[in-house]
């Protein structure tokens, strides 16, 4: 259905996390059928100023149910607005698909996730081309987990990847086992942007940007602070903050036994050290320096010309994902910023991450609009849905995956699956908040004491 001043494209985003809340609902935005390539913030320094505005998006965001999904304060940080937005379980969400027409829908779960609903999808769009074009992706950096989280996306029209270098190992994973490589497209984290680094400010700021499950012992994590309180020590006339991603209570897209927060109760920082909240693009808006392990928020920093740090200090090993930050420039250890280290990234490896702030930034989602419009337009709509994981190709894998979600492995629902379309009311509502809060004391407290006493 093209998209009109009196018929705007319709969006759906589904999304487990905050993180992919964010991810799934800044892509919408930027793949919208006869949409932007950029954010409307960022339209002022693009001119354009006689073009015909684009109509707005109808955005549906669904939140699926479980032990990530996001607080009303998660959401808000994340600062991207929906038209509506609800909690849903995956049965749920296929009977909403089942009744509902959409242009586009965009999957930001965990790769058993999209599999789980993309075979729930085939069977409920079955014998009709008229369902919406369906797209998927990762969150940040790719470093684990590679053939194993693609082959679980496959299926979906776009498999969005967020530089060349990642649809390079994208499409050779796919090609590799026989797999239809061309919904693979290149385009870039979608949340980039914000005002360019031109200079130190007063006072000068140090950024540290916790990761929830990097690293993931007390004594790596206390070392990491330790560190990070020294440097405020070191260097009074800075600012020093840790960013954090939650707070307690509440989860992320990866578990967090140890927050941060817990362990500076233990200490006596410095009146220059703070912790932070909110959205990370603010946080870097007064960054002069950003250090990290391996968070995607280096790659935010480095579109903006942000000094970015690495830390080398734990070692760079594929566990933690520093690894990935090979080549960059930005690899470095506390001793080297203690004693005033500023690093200069690889301008060949940045633009290799899809992160150059040199103007390519701005085209990069065209190709995927491009695609989802010729889809949309295609005579006699759109394809069935071909997860390259069947009954037949995966049998031993496949059901355990869709059982999870109480699908069967013809993606119909399974006896006992949740049947309620509606809102859950007060008693279910609480006896969810109670679980869930069961589940995150496990996590939090129970789990480290268990894993203590193992190690006796």
């Not at 789980?116 to 940040?140: C, M, S």
């Not at 007060?426 to 908040?433: D, S, Y």
Request: hydrophobic share 40%; aromatic share 6%; net charge positive.
């Amino acid at each position: 259905m093209p998209a009109s001043p009196s018929n705007p494209p319709r969006i759906a985003v589904l999304a487990d996390s905050d993180t992919r809340w964010k991810w799934g609902a800044s892509t919408a935005g930027r793949i919208a059928p006869g949409g932007r390539t950029a954010p409307s913030a960022d339209a002022g320094s693009r001119g354009g100023a006689h073009a015909a505005p684009a109509p707005a998006p109808v955005l549906d965001g669904f939140l699926l149910r479980g032990r990530a999904t996001p607080t009303p304060r998660q959401l808000a940080e994340v600062g991207v607005r929906a038209d509506s937005l609800r909690e849903v379980t995956a049965v749920e969400f296929l009977r909403v698909m089942a009744r509902e027409s959409y242009d586009v829908l965009v999957l930001a779960l965990v790769g058993g996730g999209v599999q789980a609903v993309l075979h729930g999808l085939k069977r409920i769009w079955e014998g009709t081309g008229e369902r919406p074009v369906v797209v998927t992706g990762y969150v940040g950096v790719v470093y684990e987990k590679l053939a194993d989280g693609l082959l679980l996306r496959h299926g979906a029209d776009l498999v969005l990847a967020n530089s060349r270098q990642d649809a390079e190992r994208f499409r050779a994973v796919y090609e590799g086992v026989g797999a239809d490589a061309a919904p693979v497209t290149e385009v870039a984290l979608p949340f980039l942007g914000g005002t360019p680094y031109t200079g130190e400010h007063d006072p000068y700021t140090v950024v540290f940007a916790a990761q929830p499950s990097v690293p993931e012992s007390r004594k790596d994590r206390a070392y990491l602070l330790d560190r990070l309180v020294r440097h405020a020590r070191l260097h009074p006339e800075r600012e020093v903050l840790l960013k954090l991603r939650s707070r307690p209570g509440e989860h992320t897209t990866h578990l967090e036994e140890l927050p941060y927060q817990k362990l500076v109760q233990r200490i006596d920082p410095p009146a220059n050290f703070r912790l932070v909240y909110g959205n990370m693009g603010e946080v870097l808006d007064r960054a002069d320096l950003m250090v990290t392990v391996s968070s995607t928020a280096a790659l935010e920093s480095l579109h903006r010309r942000i000094p970015t740090v690495v830390l080398t200090d734990l070692g760079i090993r594929e566990a933690l994902g520093n690894h990935h930050f090979v080549g960059s420039g930005c690899l470095a250890s506390w001793d080297q910023l203690d004693a005033g280290h500023r690093p200069a990234a690889d301008e060949e490896w940045v633009a290799r991450q899809g992160v150059a702030a040199d103007g390519a930034y701005e085209r990069a989602f065209d190709t995927a609009r491009e695609r989802i419009a010729r889809l949309l337009a295609r005579p006699g709509g759109l394809p069935p849905l071909t997860p390259y994981y069947t009954p037949a190709t995966a049998p031993g894998y496949l059901p355990g995956i869709l059982a999870r979600h109480h699908l069967a492995p013809d993606g119909s629902p399974l006896p006992g699956a949740p049947a309620a379309d509606a809102e859950p009311g007060p008693v279910r509502r609480i006896v969810r908040r109670a679980a869930r809060g069961a589940y995150r004391h496990g996590v939090q407290r129970v789990a480290p004491v268990v894993r203590r006493m193992g190690e006796l």
